[in-house]
T-cell receptor, first 114, second 114 residues
Framework: KAGVTQTPRYLIKTRGQQVTLSCSPI?????VSWYQQTPGQGLQFLFE???????NKGNFPGRFSGRQFSNSRSEMNVSTLELGDSALYLC?????????????FGEGSRLTVL | AQKVTQAQTEISVVEKEDVTLDCVYE???????LFWYKQPPSGELVFLIR??????QNEISGRYSWNFQKSTSSFNFTITASQVVDSAVYFC???????????FGAGTRLTVKP
């Protein structure tokens, strides 16, 4: 079956702009979670969505937001970009919950902020 | 708060050597899950194993084995007869029932030389 698809794979933005990243989970998976990966901070949990509701949120400022659609596809948005937002953003899907389940990750969206 | 420590930042071995990746965790929850993920150069994390806090049974899967010891809060991963294809970054992760998110360690970069 098709894996988790993230688009775009690479993008370059400038400070102050906003960006929207998309994630299509594995068919039938209802939980989508997002992670930020940087060399300095490692992998950090952003948020998890389940059935269009945000179920959990990590310790990130309000500039980071997300949503999930009825087909389980998810988007995350970062507004007023800062240099420190440069990172690999990984999306993961699971059947029910990110907490207990095996996570299936996409290849990520690499964001560079200039 | 939950915490995962992978003290080994980088490990380099020669093919066919055995290698153990260490993982130490901290949690106050009695119900939790431990995971190992592999991140090859392509970027997506690949699930390797999940263990819940009530199951201390060690597991072997081919050349991979895992040793879970609650007494020392450790969940170590051993690769026997390593191969070049094992080269990747390996992450240990912990999720708790109460926080409902997954925390990753900093990762261990394993390089297997031919």
């Amino acid at each position: 079956k098709a894996g988790v698809t993230q688009t775009p794979r690479y993008l370059i933005k400038t400070r102050g702009q906003q960006v929207t990243l998309s994630c299509s989970p594995i068919s039938g998976h209802r939980s989508v979670s997002w992670y930020q990966q940087t060399p300095g901070q490692g992998l950090q949990f952003l948020f998890e969505y389940f059935s269009e509701t945000q179920r959990n949120k990590g310790n990130f400022p309000g500039r980071f937001s997300g949503r999930q659609f009825s087909n389980s596809r998810s988007e995350m948005n970062v507004s007023t970009l800062e240099l420190g937002d440069s990172a690999l953003y990984l999306c993961a899907s699971s059947l029910w919950t990110a907490y207990t389940g095996e996570l299936f990750f996409g290849e990520g969206s690499r964001l560079t902020v200039l | 708060a939950q915490k995962v420590t992978q003290a080994q930042t980088e490990i380099s071995v020669v093919e066919k050597e055995d290698v153990t990746l260490d993982c130490v965790y901290e949690t106050r929850d009695t119900t939790y899950y431990l995971f190992w993920y592999k991140q090859p150069p392509s970027g997506e994390l690949v699930f390797l194993i999940r263990r819940n806090s009530f199951d201390e049974q060690n597991e072997i899967s081919g050349r991979y084995s895992w040793n879970f010891q609650k007494s020392t809060s450790s969940f170590n991963f051993t690769i026997t007869a390593s191969q070049v294809v094992d080269s990747a970054v390996y992450f240990c992760a912990l999720s708790e029932a109460r926080s409902n998110d997954m925390r990753f360690g900093a990762g261990t970069r394993l390089t297997v030389k031919p």
